[in-house]
């Protein structure tokens, strides 16, 4: 699982003008993967844009997409909920998903079939951690 130290040390310090600039890209979501909640821009880690092509075509090919509710973002600067190190959010390395139903702490209510379109795409999914955060997906390694 990637740590926050990880990304500190990959991408910089989370806030900074220069981290955004050589890490966040405006992507611009294929027209064909606009289906329901998908975002049509996205700002994010280029280093997301692989994998986020990868599970959101899983997603509309398998139609589970349907599944996809609301779609609660990707950048934001802050620690981890009850932590002191930065969230992987800090660096757009991260989405979140679903988040009225699937909340911290709570049990999570996505169906695996959708998980794996996450997970089969390079996520961890933060359903299945002790402390469930099971609207949280995270990319499992840094390039
Ligand atoms: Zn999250």
């Known amino acids: 699982m990637v740590t926050s130290a990880q990304a500190l040390k990959k991408y910089g310090e989370p806030g900074l003008l220069s981290t955004q600039s ?41 139609g589970y997409v349907k599944e ?18 930065s969230s992987l959010h800090s660096w757009g390395i991260a989405v979140d998903v679903n988040a009225a139903w699937n909340g911290f702490g709570k049990h999570p209510t996505m169906s695996p079939e959708m998980v794996k379109c996450f997970t089969d795409a390079g996520f961890d999914w933060g359903g299945t951690w002790k402390k469930p955060d099971g609207m949280h997906f995270q990319l499992s390694k840094l390039p």
Do not use: H
């Open 22 to 62: 050589k890490n966040m890209v405006m992507w611009d979501v294929p027209a064909a993967l606009e289906i329901g909640v998908i975002p049509k821009r996205l700002y994010c880690n280029k280093d997301m844009v692989g994998p986020l092509t990868q599970a959101f075509t899983s997603l509309v090919d398998t």
């Open 68 to 85: 996809l509710k609301t779609w609660d973002g990707c950048f934001n600067i802050r620690k981890k909920r009850g932590g002191a190190t």
